[in-house]
């Protein structure tokens, strides 16, 4: 059976509901190669008081770590939310295929600073966009 | 005694020195709050087999260690290189105050990419900029 898009940013949610369950924003990232995942991580800002702590900059570590290289070829990140400019900064980096994110972040996200992928890597947004988003909003209500 | 921009550029060069002796790009970085040294760190991308380890990302993280909180208010990095994408991105979230650089980089720095500081930092470039541009020229002959 071939594992869609859908499939993997669910588990990327999972991840995502986990960050929610210790109040941190609740973002997820999973890291697949061949239909396999090798890496999964969810934002921990506050619990490591460490601002590059964000989902995608532990995944892309993790996935290198498995790998034993420090470049993803070979790999899709799946994300429920837009990177911003750092994770996209690191990103570029690691030159990945494909980045698939979930949620937009207008304000936040890298294309609102007119940031472009590197050129060997895909990327498509909004991938169950309303569940990644609405987990977002449920946080930020919560806090309000 | 104040200690200037140039003593503290000049530490930030002794690791940038280390990363050389380890045959990774010589870049290095400190952080420092109120005329001390908190954090000193050198880029390891090759060492550990990570495109997130440039100096800049390893001296966040040591700094909102030893200070407790991950807001860098009150503190300075000095990196022997204009920062990348990345490495802005995470000083973004830093909050710090300023930022110090020395050899710019007008290919991979933050600048080419129309990249803005955070409001509250204040950024000055060029500090040492031959010495710092000398090593790393000096490495990249090497390689060839």
Known sequence: ???????????????????FAMDEVPV???????????????NLTERLKDVTAHAEMQAITS???FLG?????GCTLY?????????????YWSQLDRIVFGAFDEKRG????????????LVTGGVMEAETRDLLQAFFQKKR
């Open 1 to 19: 059976m071939q594992l869609d898009d859908h499939y993997f940013m669910r588990k990327a949610l999972v991840e995502a509901e986990a960050a």
């Open 28 to 42: 997820g990232a999973v890291v697949v190669i061949n239909q396999q995942i090798i890496a999964r991580a969810h």
């Open 63 to 65: 996935a290198a770590n």
């Open 69 to 73: 290289g420090k470049y993803l070829k």
């Open 79 to 91: 994300v429920t939310l837009e990177p911003c400019v750092m994770c996209m900064g690191a990103l």
């Open 110 to 121: 890298y294309q609102s600073k007119g940031l472009q992928p590197h050129p060997k890597t």
